[in-house]
């Protein structure tokens, strides 16, 4: 009954305080509302588009690594934040989205010929724009309905492209940075060593299929 009951806890995690999550959407657009109000009172400095541009990207970036490692946190740590997974996967969306918008409204100015003209010459846009791209489609199923729609198995499928998109946003962050100072590299080694831990248990779980209990999500 005992190793019943911790096995238990172990599936259900740490028992946190929940908090409603609307909150965690008004939360997470607070970066976006400050630094759009500082571009608004002209307070991001000489290049104000390059960084709104950088922030909003990088605010991304951040809410895709916290995705990331929600999985981790429960198997390791036994703290649950599942029930928040798919907010701060859509912030990572809106964020992406914002950053996109961004550069084409006001950097480009709707010139689609030379955004078009970027995406084939500046790698970094290129590999920007594919992980936008594969954010798509998680954000369009991230409701129950779609969940139903298309079965759990084929859901889990599609939406582990968001690692390909988290990847290839870590890299994108790394080109558009250029002098290698130590802040992409930093995001670069935690979605790598996120994305390791998830192969790393999965093949575990694949050498040992006995160990699975009935039910358990994939890794």
């Known amino acids: 009954m005992a190793d019943s009951s911790a096995a238990s806890r ?4 740490l028992s946190i305080p929940q908090i409603p999550k609307w909150i965690v959407y008004a939360a997470g657009f607070i970066p976006a509302v400050w630094y759009f109000t500082l571009g608004f009172t002209d307070q991001l400095g000489a290049d104000p588009l390059k960084v709104l541009e950088r922030a909003l990207g990088l605010w ?15 198997q390791l740590f036994g703290v649950n934040l599942l029930r928040y997974r798919r907010a701060i996967g859509l912030l990572a969306f809106y964020y992406a989205a914002l950053h996109l918008l961004t ?9 689609f010929g030379a955004v078009w003209a970027d995406i084939l010459k500046r790698p970094y846009i290129t590999i920007g724009m594919i992980s936008f791209s594969l954010l798509v489609p998680l954000a369009i199923t991230s409701n129950n309905a779609m969940v139903r ?9 599609l939406h582990r492209l968001v690692y390909v998109a988290a990847a290839a946003a870590a890299v994108h962050f790394v080109m558009v940075v250029k002098a ?13 060593s ?3 831990y998830r192969m790393a248990r999965g093949l ?10 009935p039910g358990d999500a994939p890794p």
Do not use: C, M
Request: zero cysteines; hydrophobic letters at 50%.
């Open 204 to 213: 575990i779980r694949a050498n040992a299929p006995s160990a699975r209990a």
């Open 103 to 111: 550069y084409i409204v006001l950097d480009q100015g709707l010139d």
């Open 180 to 192: 290698w100072p130590p802040e992409p590299l930093i995001y670069a080694s935690l979605v790598a």
């Open 149 to 157: 729609r298309l079965g759990a198995h084929v859901w889990t499928k």
């Open 194 to 196: 996120l994305l390791v």
């Open 10 to 13: 172990s599936r259900s995690g």
């Open 60 to 74: 991304a970036l951040r809410f895709l690594v916290a995705g990331l490692a929600i999985t981790p946190l429960r």
